[in-house]
């Protein structure tokens, strides 16, 4: 079955940066499109960053374009989020998941979500 458990998160000032890993099983990873979301409290949880198979094409949600990188490590069944310049508005749980593009932005290939990792950025 597929399992996805993201790790990284936690308190940082803004300016900070952090490095979110999800490390992925029950499907083939090297096949799937990757990508990361968040969710504030009250919030839909909402697109952040994709990556195809390769991991050289990415896409960014444009509030975090430029400060955001997304990457991958096939051999390791692991995505990466880099965060630099963080702000209070990153404030969320951060999830992964196999992604495939539709007309209008990216959806989610599993119905399974991991437990998300929680970053928290002070002003």
């Known amino acids: 079955q597929v399992q996805l458990v993201e790790s990284g998160g936690g308190l940082v000032q803004a300016g900070g940066s952090l490095r979110l890993s999800c490390t992925a099983s029950?499907?083939?990873?090297?096949?799937?499109?990757m990508g990361w979301f968040r969710q504030s409290p009250g919030e839909e949880r909402e697109f952040v960053a994709a990556?195809?198979?390769?991991?050289?094409?990415?896409f960014y949600a444009e509030s975090v374009k430029g400060r955001f990188t997304i990457s991958r490590d096939n051999a390791k069944n692991t995505v990466y989020l880099q965060m630099n310049s963080l702000k209070p508005e990153d404030t969320a749980v951060y999830y992964c998941n196999a992604v495939r593009p539709r007309l209008t932005g990216w959806e989610t290939v599993y119905d399974y979500w991991g437990q998300g990792t929680q970053v928290t950025v002070s002003s």
């Open positions: 029950g499907f083939t990873f090297s096949s799937a499109r």
């Open positions: 990556v195809r198979w390769s991991g050289g094409i990415t």
